[in-house]
């Protein structure tokens, strides 16, 4: 089964940067994309970064020239590397996979920034 698990969330100052990690199993995920979300409470989940399998990225105008997203196919890890954060960074993120017309995601980091 797919499975995806995300770590790396923490507690962190304004400008300060955090860098998270997703873990796939279950699958062969090259040939697919992935993609960080968040929801904030009382918010809609929104699509951070994504990256194809040709390691195209998009991200979200909010996170352009802050965050990064890669992935190492070897590892069966995508990364979200999180620069200059700000207080509306503060969310859970989630790691995401789509797999023909399914969706698979983890369980959830947590971000807070916060002084």
């Known amino acids: 089964q797919v499975q995806l698990v995300e770590s790396g969330g923490g507690l962190v100052q304004p400008g300060g940067s955090l860098r998270l990690s997703c873990a796939a199993s279950g699958r062969i995920f090259s040939i697919y994309p992935m993609g960080w979300y968040r929801q904030a409470p009382g918010k809609q989940r929104e699509l951070v970064a994504l990256?194809?399998?040709?390691?195209?990225?998009n991200y979200a105008d909010s996170v352009k020239g802050r965050f990064t997203i890669s992935r190492v196919n070897a590892k069966n890890t995508v990364y979200l590397q999180m620069n200059s954060l700000k207080p509306e960074d503060q969310a859970v993120y989630y790691c995401?996979?789509?797999?023909?017309?399914?969706?698979?995601w983890g369980q959830g980091t947590q971000v807070t920034v916060s002084s």
């Open positions: 995401n996979v789509k797999i023909g017309f399914a969706d698979y």
């Open positions: 990256v194809t399998s040709d390691s195209r990225t």
